[in-house]
Nanobody, 123 residues
Framework: QEQLVESGGGLVQAGGSLRLSCVAS????????MGWFRQAPGKEREYVAA????????DYADSVKGRFTLSRDNAKHTIYLQMNHLKPEDAAVYYC????????????????WGQGTQVTVSS
């Protein structure tokens, strides 16, 4: 059974950086898309970024474009989200997701989810 485990969240000042990691276990292949979503208190879960299985194509929400960068290490079954120039509005629980098909903006695209990692940005 596939499991996704996120790490790297924490408290950072506005303008700072964090790198989130998500390790996928229980899979023998790397042919799956992976993405990041986030959910702030009182708000719906929103799409952040995603890539196809080999990282050749990456996509970002407009709100993070130019500040966040995805990368994948399929040998380690790991996806990273480098977050720079963080803003208070980036504060949320960040969730990693994986799916067998192509990447997409909808949460329904992804069948597996991690438990989330908290990102707090102080102003």
């Amino acid at each position: 059974q596939e499991q996704l485990v996120e790490s790297g969240g924490g408290l950072v000042q506005a303008g700072g950086s964090l790198r989130l990691s998500c390790v996928a276990s229980g899979r023998s292949d790397s042919h799956y898309s992976m993405g990041w979503f986030r959910q702030a208190p009182g708000k719906e879960r929103e799409y952040v970024a995603a890539s196809d299985w080999n990282g050749a194509f990456s996509d970002y929400a407009d709100s993070v474009k130019g500040r966040f960068t995805l990368s994948r290490d399929n040998a380690k079954h790991t996806i990273y989200l480098q977050m720079n120039h963080l803003k208070p509005e980036d504060a949320a629980v960040y969730y990693c997701a994986a799916g067998a098909g192509g990447y997409g903006h909808s949460a329904s695209t992804y069948a597996s989810w991690g438990q989330g990692t908290q990102v707090t940005v102080s102003s």
